[in-house]
DNA sequence: TCGGATAGGCGCCCA
DNA sequence: TGGGCGCTTATCCGA
């Protein structure tokens, strides 16, 4: 496709929802939340109904550029080539497109959303459901991570009735995740005028100065993996095979 | 393109390391660090030479589902369609493929590198050759990030020759960024058995609740912006439109 | 809208 | 390879 027929056909695609996907070489400059420049090379650009725009390179699944929804596409034609001019509120993009390998505007539709098991929340709501994995007296008392003390993953009680803050982590602990139930258990230290508090790091391992940083500070950790409900699928998915 | 042919076109160019983009309607399973599903729907599909495979859906820019590079991708065609199988040594993936819009395998000759000014370490470097931005009085020592005492953006004395620990943030600073800086000012003042220790966190502007934790730690706030040394490209260009 | 926190975060650097 | 952490982080969620 040459550069005049591009530039007819995006423009096209522009102004209604359709979903435009090209190859082309182009040099791409950024402005905004901080400075870009790419020398000139192929990519594969993507511009959403939602006026998301993406720029891949051949490696990586993050766009090496790249403007939010809601930006401004417009086509400036010249002879030096064709520029994608890209703006919103606070950032600018240019693009300069210099030859295109393929282009596509097409119609996607999609209604659906993504569901996600595993997350941070689905183990909090794991170790409510089973305490003792916390310790043989825990009581729990809310996964209400929203209270006034803070967005705190589990909240409650042990035999002695000390109260007991659990941060989940979905993978390693490390310093900031000890650092982060630091500051919860000493924001409720100092809400109820309490002297013991403690504080228990979850997660399925931690990192060696992660684990010296929290017994340092009179931490536990407990070791946990994230709940994995669909783990099935994939033995489903094999009998499923042609 | 029919379900045969786009398996026949995938097939051959999974052997290559060009850059694979289609659109479709489809179904995706994954299971690994997490587990998720995604009903029927239209989405754009990339497979980049290394292997990252990309799925988009119409808006954002992250990608719904991804596997990232060194996937083993390989095709299973049955009577229900053709199945996109994606593994890796913790991963899998099963992208179930019920229509293709479009397909196209390319080659993308890119060997540039995007160049970015604005970021923390821009901060750090500018504070250097800038130090009265911190204070009157204040030495800089150095932007060696990793030290044994940690990965601190600045270092430096005061007139009083107190150590000087500057920790920069690009955009709005929050409570993380304050317990990040009060971890490396007191493992600083224990490893050197020090008692007067200056925190500073320099960004363009804090929050209030960070605001309050950074003063009652006895720390102080420096607004600060990133540099934009490119920022004339935007007025350059303007010039250069036709 | 702002603030706080998670993310299947990703990607980079260094020990 | 793993830890630590920045990111044009994006995205979600509650106040």
Redesign the interface.
Known sequence: MDLVEFAASIKAALNSNL?V?F?C?CV??Y?G????????????V?I???K?L?I??????N????M??DTNHSI?????GVILKSTNLKE?M?TEVQKV??F?A??????????????ERDMANHLVENPSLVSKDFKPLSTEEHTKYGFIDVFGYDANNNLVVVECK??VGN??AV??L??YVEKIKKAKGLTNVKGVLACPRISPNALKMLTDWGFEFVSLK?P????R??KH?RK???
Chains 1, 2 share one sequence.
């Open positions: 979903s996907v190859a070489n791409v400059n402005s939340r901080a400075e870009s420049y790419l020398p000139s090379g192929d990519r594969i993507i959403k109904p939602d998301t993406i891949h390179q051949s490696n990586g699944s766009p090496v550029n790249y939010k929804a400036i034609t010249g002879k030096g600018s240019h390998h393929f596509h097409h119609l996607l539709n999609d209604t659906e959303k993504i569901r996600i098991v595993g997350t979905r993978y310093l900031n650092t982060q630091r500051r994230p994995r409900y669909l783990e699928f994939d998915q499923l095979d042609f």
